[in-house]
């Protein structure tokens, strides 16, 4: 697989305005850290994102709720979590059908996409 530096997010150039991940040249994953997460399936109808984001962010706060008590509770809201990362196609089978394998939470760096994050991190250190 070749790929090309072609996508970058700006770096924030504020102490308070977080920045944008670096998302790959083929829109898969975003780097957090040096480690490759997979993006939500852009195939899925606005709604739909919409609905599951939603159900993902009532997911985590309950999962926040439920650490104090743990037990049931808490494996119900991680469980609700995990339902809405599937949904959004985060967690799962990958989203694409090219047969391209899922680097989903490895490091980029030993990933192909190696050559593209080596360049990225020279240009955000460069400033």
Do not use: C
Request: glycine content about 10%; cysteine-free.
């Amino acid at each position: 697989m070749e790929l090309t530096v072609t996508q970058r997010h700006a770096p924030s150039t504020t102490a308070t305005a977080p920045s944008s991940p670096p998302v790959t040249p083929d829109g898969r994953y975003i780097v957090v850290r040096g480690r490759l997460w997979r993006r939500s399936d852009p195939g899925l109808a606005p709604a739909e994102r919409e609905a599951l984001v939603a159900a993902l962010m009532r997911a985590r706060r309950a999962v926040s709720d439920a650490k104090a008590e743990g037990g049931a509770a808490l494996a119900e809201a991680r469980a609700a979590v995990d339902a809405a990362k599937h949904g959004l196609g985060e967690r799962g089978p990958p989203w694409w059908t090219d047969g391209t394998p899922d680097y989903n939470r490895h490091l980029a760096r030993n990933t192909p996409y190696a050559a593209w994050f080596a360049a990225i991190e020279g240009e955000a250190g460069e400033g």
